[in-house]
């Protein structure tokens, strides 16, 4: 799809928009109390930083807010499924399932370290703490395009912010619940605010979680702590601590093999690794403390600082992804295994301190923020491997680690001790300072300018070949935008940006590699129907990235460098009420990723080349929710249903191998037994469908779960 065409789009979505707006403008015109109400993010405890005091129809950029009661209906637990509500996040490799991992507008990070994310505007993501359990995050922000002008560091494509349920000052209130689910899955969570003095509050967070999956022999358990501490400093000031202490354990999983495009070669349940190896053990203790001081109505200071530590350490079984060792391109039902294990040890320290607030110059108002920021990242690595010897043309022979696809036997061999392949330490360190002007020049039009210096330093010990490689770099990320109130429905919007993102590590031969750089242009329209009671942004986009990077699967722990690529596509995003009383959640986007650039890969010798559709990106994804309130017998009840599309994706880098499309429905409710005591349900993969989350290589291919069913009880206090 050419960008004429996402113009054209866009024309069509505009036409759509203002008969949407239609019926409600002259209501809207007379009251927009609530247009209001959904614009403003109520705040609980300190605001979020890089942000300013704007409502998100005044930013010329498309963002994206997943409440927490939508995860509540749904019952989903893990990030990695709630980022499944937007269309333009796409799922990635998880380290078999020890990580989160995701693409945004079709662009994703370094393939060998989990997606980058903030947590209330602090890097968070970056660590090896286990896929992000959703308790305690009060709401999901999908901050589309490069933020690099304010943010600095981030993901390509756009940035996600988990906005944590805070210290409530002066409430005392909470909740529980306990739930039980397919394969024997038993999950707990508390939420308890404490009023301790008229100033003072604790939130207590916890979630502790114990159960089978659909996998063969594989058991996950996992348990957070996540407490919050909120102090009023008089009237001014408030004082905001976090902290988190959490921990997953379960058997590595890279899933399934899907031989000759065949994905009935094993079942989905089928688990390929061996569980004598046990279970990866990921941890994490963070700290973060926000402090924000206002003088007056006009002018805030925020000032924080964040620290945390992980940990991912275990023993694997992964399938072979080299051919000459691979006993199953020889009879079609050996899989040759290598053994591997991970010592990740990662620590990541941030402080910043912003000033935003209100002046006038003459008939213009400048709304201003202005920051500064260091970020420290330490990554130590701990990596070995023993492989299968290379296979020979006769068919007998046995080629050393396998497991029978039709009849696997556990155990069979002595579990071999794996050599160290890579011994390193990686530091990435930034100080940067930014600053924004968002000017009204009218009350309908406001101009956005900004940006951010960085200054990068980079340094990689290697420890297994005693190279010791140094690299700093400078950076300036602009960013300008535009905003248009056509009424108090409808605005247009237009914006420029640049964003970069460190790579970490070096190649094989010990170069750290230039950071990944991303020029985007977006323009939308931002819409507001039925009296203020739906919101929605229609946009189209295009970004082009430089010095991508992807693993270098003939050297574990590395990566290779393969040039440029391009993304380039249309979303919508509504949410609200419909007619009828029904709640709508509702995602789509078209989005056309492809690599730029010729690059022939010197150990498996596959080609890259110009067009290619970058992995794991659909071209098509579509999200739908509608959920309603209603009266049984008397007792307040709620009941929705939610499906999603994902198109077909390409699963290996530089060949035709491509995962299915998908559609999954879900279904849930919810009804009141008492005032203060619920039951649910939910059923998700209603239709039991075959469906594949993600793939590296035709080898390692991730099942999506069958039927699962859930059912609760929840109580407030």
């Not at 993010?41 to 930013?59: D, K, P």
């Not at 010990?461 to 400078?474: E, F, K, L, M």
């Not at 535009?482 to 605005?491: E, F, K, P, T």
């Not at 609200?576 to 009383?581: C, D, H, S, V, W």
Request: net charge neutral.
């Amino acid at each position: 799809m050419h960008l004429s065409v996402c113009t054209g789009l866009l024309a069509g979505a505009l036409s759509f928009a203002l008969l949407l707006s239609a019926p409600a403008f002259a209501q809207a015109e007379q009251d927009t109390g609530p247009e209001q109400a959904r614009e403003e993010i109520t705040v609980n405890g300190v605001r979020q930083s890089y942000r300013g005091n704007f409502a998100l129809r005044e930013i010329p950029q498309a963002i994206a807010v997943i409440e927490e009661k939508v995860l509540q209906q749904q019952n989903i637990t893990r990030l990695t499924d709630a980022l499944d509500l937007n269309a333009s996040v796409a799922r990635q490799n998880t380290l078999g399932g020890l990580w989160d991992s995701f693409a945004i507008r079709g662009f994703a990070g370094d393939e060998n370290l989990p997606s980058g994310y903030l947590v209330n505007g602090f890097n968070g993501g970056r660590g090896f703490s286990g896929q992000r359990d959703v308790a305690g995050i009060e709401r999901i922000e999908v901050l589309k395009g490069p933020a690099a002008a304010l943010l600095g560091r981030g993901e390509p494509g756009g940035t996600i912010n988990l906005v944590t349920k805070q210290a409530q000052l002066g409430r005392s209130f909470g909740s529980a619940s306990l739930q039980y689910g397919s394969f024997d899955r038993v999950r707990a969570e508390g939420d308890a605010n404490i009023a301790l003095t008229p100033g003072i509050t604790a939130r207590l967070i916890g979630y502790a979680e114990d159960g089978n999956t659909f996998r063969d022999t594989v058991h996950q358990k996992r348990w957070g702590l996540l407490p919050s501490f909120g102090v009023a400093l008089g009237y001014a000031t408030r004082v905001t601590y976090d902290f988190e202490w959490t921990r997953v354990e379960t058997p590595f999983d890279r899933g399934i093999v899907v031989l000759n495009g065949n994905f009935s070669t094993v079942p989905r349940s089928r688990f390929l690794g061996e569980p004598g190896d046990g279970d990866t053990v990921a941890r994490a203790t963070g700290h973060q403390l926000r402090v924000q001081h206002d003088f007056g109505d006009r002018w805030s200071l925020l000032v924080g600082a964040s620290h945390r530590d992980t940990l991912l350490t275990g023993f694997s079984s992964d399938a072979e992804t080299a051919g000459p060792r691979q006993k199953l391109f020889v009879d079609g039902h050996s899989l040759s295994r290598q053994r591997r294990s991970r010592y990740y040890d990662a620590a990541q320290t941030a402080v910043r301190a912003e000033v935003s607030g209100i002046v006038e110059t003459g008939p213009l108002r400048h709304r201003l923020l202005f920051g500064a920021d260091h970020d420290r990242f330490v990554y130590d690595q701990v990596f070995t491997r023993v492989r299968p010897p290379v296979v020979s043309s006769n068919p007998s022979d046995r080629a050393g680690y396998v497991i029978d696809l039709r009849n696997p036997v556990y155990g069979r061999f002595p579990l071999p001790m794996p050599a160290v392949i890579t011994d390193r330490r990686d530091l990435q360190q930034a100080t940067g300072a930014y600053v924004q002007d968002q000017i009204s020049l009218t009350d309908r039009l406001q101009i956005r300018v900004g940006g951010r210096y960085d200054h990068l330093l980079l340094r990689t010990d290697n420890r297994q070949t005693a190279v010791h490689s140094r690299r700093s770099r400078d950076r300036f990320s602009p960013q300008a935008g535009i905003v248009y109130r056509l009424s108090d429905l409808l605005s247009l919007y237009a914006s420029y940006g640049e964003g970069y993102r460190a790579n970490v590590g070096t190649d094989a031969a010990g170069m750290i590699f230039d950071p990944e750089t991303t020029r985007s242009i977006e323009t939308g329209v931002k819409l507001v129907a039925f009296g203020g009671r739906l919101n929605g942004t229609v946009s189209v986009f295009e970004m082009n990235k430089r010095n991508v990077l992807a693993t270098d699967t003939g050297n574990p722990g590395f990566s290779v460098a393969i040039g440029k690529a391009r993304s380039r596509g249309v979303e919508m995003d509504l949410s609200g009420k419909l007619p009828g009383n029904f709640d709508l959640l509702f995602s789509y986007a078209y989005i056309d990723a492809e690599a730029r650039s010729n690059v022939l890969d010197p150990n498996f010798s596959f080609q890259v080349r110009p067009g290619d559709r970058l992995i794991n990106i659909p071209d098509h994804t579509a999200s739908v929710l509608l959920a309603r309130d209603v009266t049984i017998a008397g007792a307040k009840a709620r009941f929705g249903g939610a499906v999603q599309y994902v198109g077909e994706r390409s699963g290996e880098t530089g060949t035709p191998f491509t995962l299915p499309s998908h559609t999954l429905a879900r279904v849930f409710v919810e009804a009141n037994l008492t005032e203060r005591l619920q039951l649910f349900g939910t059923v998700s993969n209603l239709f039991d469908a075959a469906w594949y989350a993600n793939s590296y290589t035709q080898l390692w291919v991730q099942p999506g779960a069958p039927r699962t069913a859930t059912i609760g009880l929840r109580a407030a206090f």
